[in-house]
């Protein structure tokens, strides 16, 4: 079990969830965070960084530690008022799980994997598509560049057909490729390319190099690279004895995925799948503020329309609550048409649920009880770890007022590097679904600030640590290693 570190706030920071629920109101301008009637202010905040001066003055550094009080002061609510744990609706956490298991049970019941390849079409496909065959080639290649004017292309042209016509000739092809090849993986070993199968190159230059027997030169072949002239050394083909087994296996494969698209069509024609307009920025702007809640007209808001229902902007935030963050962070960057087609393969699966209702098929009760009691055994769990089970009010305090207590007393050790790291990761989602988080996103850069103020009042030196706005996805990653060497503990 690893202890805090001087990053390991940083470290946390990916695992930030989403700030939802009913109920919202205006926060005072000195909240941080509000959580089931919990409040979290700036000052507060400060005091808990500012004396170990190992924590850089970062709004991420505040953002990791906001989202740690928010889920411990939940989880303490949870496990300790009346029903616990066994009142917290799992759904949203337990749905998309349960949604796959349905698609499978959908998919034993209409797609039959007893698919039968008779010996002869294995050796019709073998003899056609020579499945394991490679072959090892040279070639020259005179690269475009950055200059593609016609004139210079012409006599890139010229060149590559005379550099063919002297290796036909017989001109030793290895010693032309070290002279003339702009490809500089292989030209200093004579153009050498070793052996590759089919799919590695790209299609002119497989296409031209498998046709070549072992000796042969091609003609001049040109890709989006340049010109190439291609000879083959040899060829291997594996023997129908030695593939039957694994052809069979992919053509029964391919088959069986053919069946699926085939019934997959047959359900999405009917329903006239359709993205909405400006679903694409939505997705981008769920995955830029996970913490926006939504509510009524919002969360019912249609990305995806199909024959008898949609697929909503509540659909997708839980979707994105069970992914992980560096999704969300490459949502952002995606075009419109990467986000249309993820929007209509996810309502693809809607479809596919639905129909597996209509079918009548259903999970076994048991297994669904099973996977829930693991859930709340695990929130149980880091609860007693955290030693915020069994929370008992001093005289005169209510339950709230000792669980704000027990965690106020808490997040400066895990501060100070005196508490493990008990991150909820996914579990956090139910915590939060299920009561009223507002955070206070603006006011994390006056907790930075005040950090700085404190420190410079009391002669704490700062860190010379880089913002996290400052490292990329691997440094971050590096960072995070540095900071938890054996990775932490998530549950």
Request: proline letters at 5%; one cysteine or more.
């Amino acid at each position: 079990m690893s202890r805090v570190t001087r990053f390991a706030l940083l470290a946390l920071l990916p695992l930030v969830l989403v700030a939802c629920g009913d109920g919202q109101r205006a926060l005072g301008p000195d909240t941080l965070a509000m959580a089931a009637g919990f409040e979290l202010g700036v000052e507060e905040t400060a005091e808990m960084v500012a004396p170990v001066a190992d924590l850089p003055p970062d709004p991420g550094v505040v953002e990791a530690l906001t989202d740690f009080w928010v889920d411990y002061s939940l989880l303490a609510l949870t496990v300790n008022r009346e029903g616990g744990v066994e009142a917290l609706d799992l759904s949203p956490l337990t749905r998309q799980q349960l949604n796959q298991e349905l698609i499978l049970l959908l998919r034993e019941e209409v797609i039959d994997d007893d698919v039968e390849v008779t010996e002869e079409e294995l050796r019709e496909i073998f003899e056609l598509d020579r499945p394991g065959e490679r072959v090892r080639a040279r070639h020259i290649l005179l690269g475009f560049g950055d200059d593609r004017a016609p004139a210079r292309v012409d006599s890139l042209r010229g060149l590559a057909e005379e550099l063919r016509d002297r290796a036909r000739a017989g001109e030793d092809f290895a010693a032309m490729a070290e002279e003339y090849s702009d490809d500089p993986g292989s030209a200093a070993r004579g153009g050498d390319l070793s052996f590759f199968e089919r799919g590695v190159m790209v299609p002119p230059f497989e296409e031209a190099a498998f046709a070549l027997e072992p000796g042969e030169i091609s003609d001049v072949v040109e890709t989006q690279f340049g010109f190439h002239i291609i000879r083959v050394e040899e060829r291997e083909t594996p023997s129908f004895d030695d593939i039957r087994e694994g052809l069979r296996q992919e053509v029964v494969m391919r088959r069986t995925t053919e069946a699926e698209s085939i019934y997959v069509a047959g359900i999405e024609e009917p329903a006239n799948l359709r993205v909405e307009d400006g679903a694409a920025e939505r997705v981008r702007e769920l995955a830029d503020s996970p913490e926006s809640p939504l509510q009524g007209r919002a969360r019912n808001e249609a990305l995806v329309r199909f024959q008898g229902g949609s697929y909503t902007a509540g659909d997708f935030r839980l979707f994105l609550l069970n992914q992980p963050p560096q999704m969300r962070m490459q949502l952002s960057g995606a075009t419109d048409e990467q986000l249309d087609d993820m929007l209509l393969s996810l309502a693809r699966g809607e479809l596919l649920v639905q129909e597996a209702e209509r079918l009548g098929l259903a999970l076994d009760a048991g297994e669904v009880a099973e996977l829930e009691e693991e859930i709340r055994s695990q929130l149980r769990q880091v609860a007693d770890l955290l030693g915020l089970s069994g929370i008992t009010p001093e005289e005169g305090e209510t339950l709230e007022q000792a669980i704000s207590r027990e965690v106020g007393e808490l997040l400066p050790r895990l501060v100070r590097g005196e508490q493990d790291v008990y991150p909820l990761g996914p579990l956090a989602v139910v915590l939060r679904e299920a009561h009223t988080v507002q955070i206070v996103r603006e006011n994390m850069d006056r907790v930075a600030e005040r950090i700085t103020e404190i420190r410079s009042e009391r002669g704490i030196q700062e860190p010379a640590t880089p913002g996290l706005e400052d490292l990329d996805p691997d440094q971050l990653e590096e960072l995070l290693r540095d900071a938890l060497p054996d990775g932490g503990t998530e549950f």
